[in-house]
């Protein structure tokens, strides 16, 4: 059997056609149901057993053969019989095709992970729909938080305790629970919160955040990640403004402001003419959180902080409405051509 293999294979590779019908002919011929390669395909069945595996690997490279050569003995044809003329659309339009882009909050969530990625940050992902644990009592939140209610969250049919994820903290929670320091780790994705839609908020939105655990973590390696980010991302003349603030997941707390790119730090109607605009949330992990997770808290510290996407894109490329990301108006989009 073969050598009937071996055969067949030489004479398919040398078949040629003159038109489609023979190029049909030569289908009905060979790889028809019952054409010479299926009938071979039959006969495997009385193969003995110690030859099927060689017997079986040459049957597949004739039907992998004869059919690709039969393919392309009709493209060929099917390309020379339309000719010059037919070759020609004539009524396409006249001006040139343009490429799509990027859309900007992918640019800027690729250009954020560019940078920590420098830092030695890997990214890590998780699911949107998310449970009580790991989006708020691993990370320390209250029974009675606000976050909880309905009127913050969107909670996920009949299953007690099954939501939409308000941040991506709950990666970090994942990260920590399945893994020991040293983590570096960065968490882009989307997120949900019950908010009234406005040119400054959604009920959808991206965010990004990095966790770095390990031994002497310590506030001052964290002051020097927010600088150096700040001005990679938004120029080297930027400056950086640290508020202290409250999260349940940091302790201590704060906010980071970075001068408004837009005035110069002069005050206008973005920054609330104060020449600041805040950009991200920032503390060192709460010791609570990292024994949650099952981390030594004696013996590792870390950092963590959170951004959302949407506002270091309207503050890179000075977009006064947040609702445009969402509604794909191709006359938005294509201001971005070309953006890198």
Request: hydrophobic fraction near 40%; include cysteine.
């Amino acid at each position: 059997m073969q050598n009937r293999i071996a055969q067949l294979l030489e004479e398919i590779k040398g078949l040629k056609a003159a038109s489609l019908q023979e190029v049909e002919d030569l289908r009905i011929k060979y790889i028809s149901k019952k054409g010479e390669v299926s009938r071979l395909v039959e006969e495997f069945r009385s193969v003995p057993a110690e030859e099927k595996r060689v017997v079986g690997a040459l049957l597949n490279e004739l039907k992998t053969v004869a059919l690709d050569h039969i393919n392309a003995l009709r493209a060929s044809l099917e390309s020379g019989s339309k000719g010059e003329e037919a070759a020609i659309d004539w009524g396409r339009s006249s001006y040139p095709v343009m490429l799509g882009t990027r859309h900007p909050l992918t640019l800027v969530q690729q250009e954020v992970c560019s940078i920590f990625a420098r830092l030695g940050f890997a990214i890590a992902e998780g699911p949107e729909i998310e449970d009580d644990w790991h989006v708020f009592s691993s990370l320390n939140f209250a029974d009675d938080h606000p976050a909880r209610d309905m009127q913050d969250t969107f909670f996920v049919g009949n299953v007690a305790g099954s939501l939409l994820r308000t941040h991506t903290s709950s990666v970090q929670s994942r990260v920590m629970n399945s893994s020991q320091p040293p983590i570096r780790i960065i968490c882009p994705g989307r997120v949900y919160r019950n908010e009234a839609i406005s040119y400054r908020a959604h009920c959808f939105f991206h965010q990004m955040e990095a966790l770095y655990v390990d031994e002497n973590v310590s506030f001052a390696d964290l002051k020097q990640v927010l600088l150096y980010f700040a001005q990679e991302l938004f120029g080297p003349e930027t400056k950086i403004r640290l508020r202290p603030s409250y999260f349940p997941f940091t302790e201590p707390s704060a906010e980071m402001d970075i001068s408004c790119n837009i005035c110069g730090g002069e005050g206008c109607a973005f920054c609330k003419h104060t020449g600041w605009v805040e950009i991200l949330g920032y503390g060192m992990v709460d010791p609570n959180v990292l024994e949650n997770c099952g981390i030594d808290s004696k013996k590792y510290s870390g950092y963590a902080l959170g951004m959302g996407i949407e506002r270091i894109t309207n503050l890179k490329y000075r977009v006064k409405d947040l609702r445009y990301f969402s509604e794909n108006d191709q006359r938005f989009l294509e201001q971005f051509q070309g953006a890198h």
